[in-house]
């Protein structure tokens, strides 16, 4: 059974910064698509940021040259560096991690909230 553990979640003033990790178990997790997710009050959950197994990564427009996804495979963790941190960033961020035709896993979730 595959699991995720998020932290670094918190309560950061308006240009701070924040880094989320998310620790994985029950995968191979170098084969894993990792992703970061948000949802804010009343809205759709939406992607943040992937990285897939290759390496390669996208963001959202909202959060390009703000936001760095990486990972670290020799610890099964994968990582949301967040820089200049706006009130807008405000949710609850969800870790991902999907194998395509194999599973698809999610966090429980870590508040981040970036006062103005």
């Known amino acids: 059974q595959v699991q995720l553990v998020e932290s670094g979640g918190g309560l950061v003033q308006a240009g701070g910064s924040l880094r989320l990790s998310c620790a994985t178990s029950?995968?191979?997790?170098?084969?894993?698509?990792m992703a970061w997710y948000r949802q804010a009050p009343g809205k759709q959950r939406e992607l943040v940021a992937r990285?897939?197994?290759?390496?390669?990564?996208d963001y959202t427009d909202s959060v390009k040259g703000r936001f760095i996804i990486s990972r670290d495979n020799a610890r099964n963790t994968a990582y949301l560096q967040m820089n200049s941190l706006k009130p807008e960033d405000t949710a609850v961020y969800y870790c991902?991690?999907?194998?395509?035709?194999?599973?698809?896993?999610w966090g429980q979730g870590t508040q981040v909230t970036v006062s103005s």
């Open positions: 991902n991690a999907k194998w395509i035709g194999v599973f698809d896993a």
């Open positions: 029950g995968s191979i997790f170098s084969r894993n698509d």
């Open positions: 990285i897939f197994s290759s390496g390669n990564t």
